[in-house]
């Protein structure tokens, strides 16, 4: 009899996990962007739209935005992550009024250093970015940051050096600094920006107004 009761409560305990399970996966599935409400705190949202293209496992930065007035309103910083799955960033927190993007500065995640060991580094800005935002409206900016990755080509394996003596694996090292080295001066002679601010063009402009579409209180914004 307890044996019965035992698989019984196990089959119960079973089905119970399995239900939540799809349970969390459909409210997950089912979930859409959703914006502020339009009040007092968030009179506007700025789209920015961002492009990131990954041939790396992981970048190791995000780039930290500063924003200013042109008129007197008080600018913000805004930060953004390179993600391939996202099009755009955006913030609700700035007033109506004229705006320009003053800098952008690549910061390192914790832990990880940008190349030659910087935490932080400014990225040149060669045109002005300005817009104006209004009461109740999305703006889309005209520019998209661009994050890429250089190409770092065919993974090297590693030899292994368990059944080596000494001068072997001095001399198998000497090689693979040899030709990390190499690989280094490679991906440089590519010349790959990692951030970039770039004229936005109508295509990718198009896949961002129909995401924002799906977004689920959109119909209480004003759109461009």
């Known amino acids: 009899m307890r044996l019965k009761l035992k698989i019984y409560n196990y089959k119960i305990m079973r089905i119970t996990i399995l239900n939540l399970i799809i349970a969390t996966v459909f409210l997950l599935s089912g979930c859409a962007m959703k914006f502020p409400v339009p009040d007092e705190t968030n009179q506007t949202i700025l789209i920015i739209p961002v492009e990131t293209r990954q041939t790396l496992g992981n970048f190791v930065f995000t ?83 661009l994050f890429q990755q250089p190409d770092p080509g065919k993974k090297r394996e590693k030899k292994d050096m368990r059944n080596m003596d000494e001068n072997q694996r001095a001399q198998e090292r000497r090689k693979e600094k040899a030709a990390r080295k190499a690989d280094q001066e490679a991906m440089k002679k590519q010349r790959v920006r990692q951030v970039q601010l770039v004229n936005l063009d109508e295509s990718f402009k198009a896949k961002i107004l129909e995401e924002l579409k799906e977004v689920e209180n959109i119909d209480q914004w004003k759109m461009e």
């Open 63 to 145: 780039l930290d935005v500063s924003i200013k007035g042109s008129s007197g309103n008080e600018g913000i910083k805004h930060t953004v992550e390179p993600n391939p799955k996202m099009l755009f960033s955006y913030n609700t927190k700035l007033k109506p009024g004229k705006y320009k993007i003053a800098k952008m500065v690549m910061q390192a995640k914790p832990g990880l250093k940008l190349g030659g060991g910087a935490k932080k580094r400014s990225e040149k800005m060669k045109d002005k970015v300005e817009f104006e935002l209004q009461q109740g409206r999305i703006t889309i900016l005209d520019k998209m940051i």
